[in-house]
Structures are given as C-alpha cells and as structure tokens.
C-alpha cells in the first residue's frame, strides 16, 4: 500500500462528510418556515412592495395581477410534508420612470438596508433588482417590464395552511366589504342592492 492511500481516504471521507451536511441543509431549506404564519407572509409582502414603490419617485402604481395570492410551495406528493404549505405573493405595477439606473440603485439600497441580499442585473441599461431574505423570500424590481412599465413584486416563505383554502377565505371577507392588504387600487365588485 503506498503512502498517498490514507490521505485518499480521508479526504474521501471529508468530503463525503461534507456532502451529507449540504444534503441536509439543501431539504431542510425546503421545509416550510413556521415563524410566520401565511397571513403575516401576505402582510410582509404587500409592506414591502408599498414601501419600496416610495423610494421612488414614480406615481401610478397598480396591482397588475390583482390581491395578494396564496399559491401551494410544494406539493405534498413531492416534499414529503404532511400538511399543506402556501406562500403568497403580490406585485404592483406602475409608468416606466426614465432614470433606470438610479431608481434600481435606490430600490438595491432600501433592499439592503432591510437585511435582505441584493443582486442586480443589467446594472447599466435596464437594470433588474433580486433580492432574497430580509422580511420576505425574495423579490424583484424590473425596470423594463412589460407595456413600457416598472413592476415590483415579492413572494413570502412557505407557511402551514392550503392555498385554496386562503384564497376562498380572503374572498369571503371581501364579499363582507373586508378590504385586504393589498387590496388598495383594486376595484371590487359590489352586488346591486336587492
């Protein structure tokens, strides 16, 4: 046996160890957060995009897909999760501003200042802002989205709770006269009187 053949085995070893630990961060990341409940995540994320829409000086914003949505993480069949998980998510749309460089730089700042990683992409000419952590999953500003507009949205953490269930729910309270966060710009159906 030559000299060389212990240190292949432990680095064999080490890696192997290494890679184990990464397998078992990579599906506990996947595991639904329970520190905030799906509603909060709704309020977080409706917060954030309203407070980074004021960094910038642009009016005539609206919710271009509507309320906040839950929608289903992953599905049970596939995480191996026993009981349902949802995330919502929420984006507000407005006019394209004409200082695209500048208004990413503000939005990056404001991202960072609230703890969350920042990353931009196309810095110099239609620049797109991700971001990941801070108060919310992720979330993205881009400065060249579609109809010549700037568009801002984010998604929660998984949270326990049925996407189908959350949605019908928001729905009821709204039928109620309930206006929801996120719900600003919307025009809500009204029933004729009876």
């Known amino acids: 046996m030559s000299a ?3 240190h292949i085995r432990i680095l064999t ?7 184990m630990g990464m397998t078992i961060t990579a599906c506990a990341e996947k595991e639904p957060s329970t520190a905030i409940s799906a509603r909060e995540g709704r309020d977080r994320v409706v917060e ?3 407070n980074t829409a004021e960094q910038l000086d642009i009016t005539g914003w609206w919710p271009r897909n509507g309320a906040a949505a839950a929608d289903e993480c992953i599905p049970k069949s596939r995480s191996g999760i026993e009981d349902a998980t949802a ?17 990413a730089k503000r939005v990056a700042e404001y991202w960072e200042s ?7 992409v196309n810095p110099t000419t239609h620049p797109t802002v991700f971001a990941e952590g801070g108060p919310v999953l992720r ?8 109809d010549e507009s700037y568009s801002i949205g984010a998604t929660a953490p998984c949270s326990p709770g049925d996407a189908w ?9 709204r039928d109620q ?8 710009g919307l025009v809500l159906k009204e029933e004729p009187p009876q």
């Open 87 to 103: 995330s919502y998510s929420y984006d507000r749309w407005a006019p394209r501003g004409t200082d695209h460089v500048g208004d």
């Open 139 to 146: 979330a993205e500003f881009d400065t060249y989205a579609s």
């Open 48 to 50: 954030l995009v309203f």
């Open 165 to 173: 269930t959350l949605n019908e729910e928001d729905s009821a309270e």
């Open 13 to 19: 070893a080490a890696a192997s160890a290494l890679m």
């Open 114 to 120: 609230l703890g969350m990683s920042v990353r931009t």
């Open 4 to 6: 060389a053949k212990p």
């Open 177 to 184: 006269g309930k206006v929801l966060p996120g719900d600003e």
